[in-house]
């Protein structure tokens, strides 16, 4: 039996070390995740540990989950509905709607699942955020939209789509993140790039027999976040509204796929080469919901001179 001692999840890097530790469970075993000691958890980041554990069930390996002793974690994690499906007992109720339930939604015949999940997300959503004209509301909310179509559209994962979040009252903050195990931002936008090239490419560079030269991680994470950018015709990304509004209002977002990192925290972007590559992509998203600063479209500034 391999047992993984889970003490804290503070941050991305802490949550994906999880999954690199469950990911790597050998074949024939019975894995144990134990979280009895468990100090803080955030409860967005168990989407990522939470495709870990479905990962490695689907190789045929039995999960066993200790629960927590700390009340504030164990109540928190099964309001959050994680617990119930790793382990046993039924979900706690979240009163206050603070909780974007853990949710996984396979891409075999996701169509309703997902109608409802979404459903459920903005209803979450809408609740907590109510500092954004109604203009703006309903395009961020069609940013996230596309955030969760693009695992369906692009990852070709069959585990398909997993999230988590939580709204923090004192903090005033919305968190919450997207994950999946399928084809890296990477591995697309090469693809797409090379048929380009070789489409593109002229007789001098056939005759001197020109080589395709492919971008890394950050580099693709970075193409892929343009607007005007996309492998499939179908759209990029299309993150730029909901990262302007994360830089002015200083929330953050951050994005590991395959050997590249990507993160604007505080108004500053960053970017980073992993020395190992996260086969899938994982978008995690903090949204400051100050109810003493409110933030609108520029068309409606205008509008209103």
Not at 105 to 128: C, R
């Amino acid at each position: 039996m391999k047992t993984i001692v889970i003490g804290k999840i503070n941050t991305l890097f802490e949550a994906t070390k999880y999954f690199d530790d469950i990911n790597g469970v050998a074949m024939g075993e019975t894995l144990r995740v134990d979280f009895s000691n468990a100090s803080f958890i955030r409860n967005h980041f168990l989407a990522i540990i939470g495709m870990g554990l479905k990962v490695v069930q689907n190789r045929g390996i039995k999960v066993a989950l200790i629960k927590p002793k700390n009340k504030n974690v164990l109540n928190a994690m099964t309001r959050i509905g994680f617990l119930s499906v790793f382990g046993d007992g039924e979900d706690g109720q979240d009163t206050y709607k603070t909780m974007i339930r853990y949710t996984n939604i396979p891409l075999e015949n996701y169509d309703v699942s997902f109608a409802t999940f979404h459903a459920y997300f903005k209803e979450q959503f809408t609740g907590k955020v109510a500092n954004l004209s109604p203009k703006l509301l309903k395009k961020i909310l069609q940013k996230i939209y596309e955030l969760f179509s693009n695992v369906f559209r692009h990852s070709e994962s069959a585990l398909g789509l997993f999230c988590s979040g939580q709204f923090y009252p004192k903090s005033e903050q919305f968190k919450f993140t997207i994950a999946d195990n399928g084809t890296t931002i990477k591995t697309k936008v090469n693809r797409y790039l090379l048929k380009e090239f070789i489409k593109n490419r002229s007789t001098t560079d056939k005759v001197f027999s020109k080589k395709f030269d492919p971008i890394n991680g950050v580099e693709a994470i970075k193409w892929a976040l343009e607007d005007t950018h996309s492998t499939t015709g179908e759209g990029g990304l299309g993150l730029s509204l909901l990262m302007d509004l994360i830089t002015i209002s200083g929330g953050s977002i951050e994005i590991i796929s395959n050997d590249g990192y990507y993160s604007i925290k505080d108004g500053v972007e960053s970017t980073k080469k992993l020395n190992e590559s996260f086969e899938g992509t994982i978008v995690s998203i903090e949204l400051n919901t100050e109810s003493n600063r409110y933030y609108f479209l520029k068309e409606e500034q205008n509008a209103n001179r």
